[in-house]
């Protein structure tokens, strides 16, 4: 099946600068990319997905990047901000039933 | 429009009671999961259901069962509890499987002592 690898499992940044959490898989018929942002006792929410015939992704200060040779792809945030502190978790699927498989999750600190 | 709703929000069981969590979704998508989340483990999948009337074993079935009573409801039960079940559960929903986002419930924080 998908094996989803995600790093750092900490980032701590300065608000302000910018923010890059990296996955790579597994499985090359991978072909959705999600990334979910879960603050703490929270459910986890869509922020930003890829798809596998797109190279780039932007909404507002959040990007993502797809490189499908090398099969990984990141996120970006710019301009980080206190609101931005968070669990970021990435996730992989094909086109079939079995759901998403999520990397372990990078918790996000932003110093003030 | 509540989305995902899942009941009960915490519980607690002894080594070896039963219980069912219960999820329900008003906005009409065929597939529905639940997942188990533990620290440091990010969210693993327990079952799914593609549509009603179907269900398929996840990353990690053992120890639990589930029911597709109807296109919005999904439920997990465990038989028979064990400390290692000790996890929050999530149930999520999605409009077309394996190609859209997961929309997730609140959660149910269960301790098995």
């Known amino acids: 099946g998908e094996n989803v690898e995600q790093h750092p499992s900490t980032l701590s940044v300065q608000e302000g600068d910018s923010a890059v959490i990296k996955c790579t898989y597994s499985?090359?018929?991978?072909?959705?990319f999600p990334w979910y942002k879960q603050e703490l006792g929270k459910r986890p929410q869509l922020i930003i997905d890829?798809?596998?015939?797109?190279g780039e992704k932007k909404d507002q200060r959040i990007a993502v990047t797809l490189n499908k040779t090398a099969k990984h792809f990141s996120l970006h945030i710019t301009e980080t901000q206190p609101e931005d502190s968070a669990v970021y978790f990435c996730?992989?699927?094909?086109?079939?039933?079995?759901?998403?498989?999520f990397g372990k999750g990078t918790h996000l600190i932003i110093q003030p | 429009n509540a989305g995902v709703t899942q009941t009960p929000k915490f519980q607690v069981l002894k080594t070896g009671q039963s219980m069912t969590l219960q999820c329900a979704q008003d906005?009409?998508?065929?597939?529905m999961y639940w997942y188990r989340q533990d620290p440091g483990m990010g969210l693993r999948l327990i079952y799914y259901?593609?549509?009603?009337?179907?269900?398929d074993k996840g990353e990690v079935p053992n120890g639990y069962n589930v029911s597709r009573l109807n296109k919005r409801e999904f439920s997990l039960r465990l038989e028979s509890a064990a400390p290692s079940q000790t996890s929050v559960y999530f149930c999520?929903?999605?409009?077309?499987?394996?190609?859209?986002?997961?929309?997730f419930g609140n959660g149910t924080r269960l301790t098995v002592t």
């Open positions: 499985d090359s018929a991978s072909n959705y």
């Open positions: 996730a992989a699927s094909m086109v079939r039933a079995d759901g998403l498989t």
């Open positions: 259901s593609a549509s009603e009337g179907t269900t």
């Open positions: 906005m009409n998508h065929n597939s």
């Open positions: 999520a929903s999605s409009e077309l499987q394996g190609r859209a986002p997961l929309h």
């Open positions: 890829i798809r596998s015939n797109v």
